[in-house]
């Protein structure tokens, strides 16, 4: 089953904006200032752009549940995965910002690593925020349970385990 996510076009397209702004002011600096430390200061930080960019485009593409595993995918295609009997364990983490604003992420942990993926180190990450949640969470139960796989519910600091995850993470 493929679940979407609320907010896909418009984080992604906003990376994508910045990143292409950033990309040409890149540019017209170094063809104006010639090549020297401005330049090199500007054409520094265009990693960390790409890295932010690539982030928020993994982490609200399609995921998919089915029978093999759990995936990312963007039409269509793979772009991360991790079999059933490579999941180790989820970690189920509720953040509650300053302002009062709650946020939910789902780290689903690999017990193989894989070498392909650099930045999560083969981890697949994920937000509550996706349509049919409940749906999600009645899907994923069934799996973690028929693969024994250690849920970790993470709120307010405290941590507990569990053996399915919640609607609401209230610990």
């Known amino acids: 089953m493929v679940f979407k996510f609320l907010n896909f076009p418009s984080l992604s397209l906003g990376a994508i904006v910045i990143f292409f702004i950033y990309t040409c002011v890149t540019v017209a600096v170094t ?37 093999t595993g759990i995936s990312r995918a963007f039409k269509g ?19 509650v910002a300053p302002g009062g604003k709650v946020s939910r992420f789902f780290h689903v942990h690999p017990i193989k690593k894989s070498k392909i993926h650099i930045l999560s180190g083969g981890r ?16 994923i139960n069934g799996y973690i349970k ?7 519910a993470v709120n ?5 385990s569990r053996n399915e995850i919640f609607v609401d993470n209230l610990i």
């Not at 090549?35 to 960390?48: C, H, K, Y």
């Not at 990450?125 to 996706?130: I, P």
């Not at 028929?146 to 970790?152: A, E, L, P, Q, T």
């Not at 307010?156 to 507990?160: A, D, K, M, Q």
């Open 77 to 95: 295609k793979t772009l991360q995965s991790l079999d059933w009997e490579n999941i180790k364990s989820f970690k189920d983490l509720t953040i």
């Open 31 to 67: 063809v104006s200032a010639g090549f020297g430390q401005g330049a090199l200061a500007v054409l520094g930080l265009f990693p960390l752009l790409a890295i932010a960019w690539y982030s928020a485009f993994i982490m609200e593409s399609d995921l998919v549940i089915d029978d």
């Open 156 to 160: 307010n600091g405290e941590c507990i």
């Open 146 to 152: 028929f693969y024994r796989i250690r849920v970790d």
């Open 124 to 139: 697949v990450v994920f937000s509550s925020r996706m349509y049919n949640f409940e749906e999600f969470v009645k899907l």
